[in-house]
């Protein structure tokens, strides 16, 4: 059971030692090669169990993952990629909507496209989407965890990879699969903080990856670029803090670097170049005029708390944008102040020693810095603040924090391990287990990041299949010109965009409507004047919904559970015969006590909704709080309320599609039929 452990106890007792004397900065860091057979298989192991994690959570999801709403649409331009339709920048934003503005924005750059056009040809879209996502996923979590051994050694690197694979523990197996481009900016933003955290130490070899990794992470999502930028900030001024010493190298790497940051930015460039209106200059526009619909400063503030102090951020299983949004306890802030505390004083005990653990606690300060940057430009609005992609920077912050920390108590437990060397082959297989068992169990949790649905697959991918089938098998009947329309269910199911994706894959030129003008390219918009039929995709929900007169090529069941209609509809009317909602002592009580701060704020605009928006409002788990805790006004029957409960299905909603037909209508119908803002 040696497995190479005494060279690996020999470097966490002297490696750090030995790295202060050496002066070159090209043999002042820790290589693989470096390593003893044994220990480079070592390293070999702790890599593959990193890569447990989102091999596992690809296995989980490929039976029934297909793509719906926005990934279905990026899936449609990657396969534009290589053609005259070529993207430039990425999907558009909502960002034009906090400044009351027509004019669409999007996401910056392309490049995630381009990785996927190649997957999704070779393996088509159920399994080349989350196949790249698997492998961004898996590069990151690689490469941070090889970027702290390649400048602290491998005590520093094992550290590293437990709190890496904790992080996606806590993020779950769907954001592990999950191509969307604002997930995908995730893992690249905190494998970018560690890389720019090499930069910041003087490693310059690694600043033509840094730059490309950073490229990336900004061209995904508006929701990362403060981040971005302030992480960025830092490792500018590493640079800066070496050019007077290492200018000729510092020049060399900089200019490296800009012909990555050139290849990666050219789409963006050219796309600004020959647009009369582009994006870049969008995003400009933007940036000027959103301070008025943002979290603000105090918001930020219990932000970084909360990733700072106790419950710890990492590990949770709950853990959602709201969770960082609520008011800090107590016990939050006192641990909060003591965590920085210990970081800051372990920081200045390895000024002179270790200067590059140092630079670990320069590090947390600028990633507080880029969370209070990030946290504060947060747009208001119950569907945007809740959304865990706008606090991506809570992770690294965490994981730079736990960095410190964990380093710290190896520095304190130095000695022992010199008295007792068998305690680290101990640890080192500890370490493994603590990497392996949460990834091992990840996928079977019940909680919401473990749903298909937080993937953005709405429908199981056979359902798909089974109306591209369909489709095809009329094919002959379809006109030159065939524009596919959907209505009833859920407006962010996407399950119009998914069936339009599977068509598109299977060689289908199916046109979209004119309210997806900027989700796809102009050219594969429907066109009025020539449109001669169309596909018309109706989901039934707990009724069935209106369809069209034409020819039914596919009635799919989705097999869900229909609730008992008759007293949903009661309840419905009951709901609606009141004016003014009053909850009550006894409900006001019980929503006070309810220790969520997001299922609280949600619970609290549910609630006062029912009169007015009904249907919108009683879902399952208001419907429990209704049953348990009945409101003064307006009044429902418990009956009925027991009636829906036993019928609905746990995340049942009164939009959640149990069966989807698809029909064939030729042009007259079609133009009676459509909405004007669609054709």
Known sequence: MRLGFSSLTDTLLHAQARSDQRTDSRRAVH????????????????????????????????????????PALMGIRALDVGTARTPLIGQPSTAARYIASADLVNHPGATHFYLLAVSIRLFGGDIGMPLVTVLIVGACVLLAAWAVFRQLGPPAGIVAAVLLSTVMFTTGASSLIDPVSSNIAGYPLLCASVLCWCVL??????????????????????????????????????????????R???????????????????????????????????????????????????????????????PPLLGRTDLTGSTLLSEPSALTWLSAIAAVAIVAALGLRWRKPSPRQATLALMVVILALAGFA???????????????????????????????????????????????????PALTSLA??????????????????????????????RFVHELGDAVLAHRRELGAQTVLLSRGGAPYAGLREALAFELTQRGVAVRHPLTQRGAVHKDRLVRRSTVDSGLVLVVDTFTKGSAPRGELLADVDLGGRRIDVRAYEALIAQARSGHDVR???????????????????????????????????????????????PIEEPRLDPALIQRVLDTAPELWAADMAVGLRLYLVDRAELLKFAFPVEL
């Open 31 to 70: 290589r693989l090669r470096d390593l003893d057979r044994r220990g480079r298989w070592l390293a070999f192991v702790f890599a593959l169990a990193l890569l447990l994690a989102p091999v596992l959570a690809f296995a989980w999801a490929v039976p029934d993952w297909a793509p719906a709403g926005d």
């Open 201 to 246: 130490c003087g490693d310059l070899r690694l600043l033509p990856l840094a730059t490309a990794v950073v490229s990336f992470t900004a061209q995904q999502h508006l929701s990362v670029a403060p981040a971005v930028v302030v992480v960025t900030a830092g490792a500018v001024l590493g640079l800066a803090a070496a050019l007077a010493r290492r």
């Open 248 to 310: 000729g190298e510092v020049l060399r790497w900089c200019g490296w670097s800009a012909l990555v940051a050139l290849v990666l930015w050219a789409p963006v460039l050219l796309q600004q170049a020959i647009s009369t209106d582009g994006n870049l200059g969008r995003l400009l526009t933007y940036a000027r005029n959103t301070d008025d619909a943002t979290l603000g400063a105090t918001s930020a503030l219990h932000q970084i708390v909360n990733s700072l102090g106790l």
């Open 374 to 424: 990030n946290g504060s430009s947060v747009p208001v609005g119950l569907f945007e603040q809740g959304r865990i992609a706008f606090y991506h920077w809570s992770f690294a912050l965490a994981f730079f924090t736990c960095l410190v920390l964990g380093l710290g108590l190896l520095a304190l437990g130095r000695a022992q391990l010199a008295a007792r060397p068998t305690l680290v």
């Open 432 to 461: 493994l287990v603590a990497i392996i068992v949460p990834a091992a169990i990840n996928p079977s949790l019940d909680r919401t990041s473990n749903t298909l649905r937080s993937a953005h697959a709405t429908i199981a991918s």
């Open 583 to 629: 909850l009550g002592r006894a409900a006001e009580a019980a929503l006070a006590a309810i220790s969520d701060p997001g299922l609280k704020f949600v619970m609290s605009q549910a609630l006062h909704e029912i009169a007015r928006q009904p249907a919108q409002a009683l879902a399952p788990s208001v419907l429990r709080f209704l049953r348990d805790h």
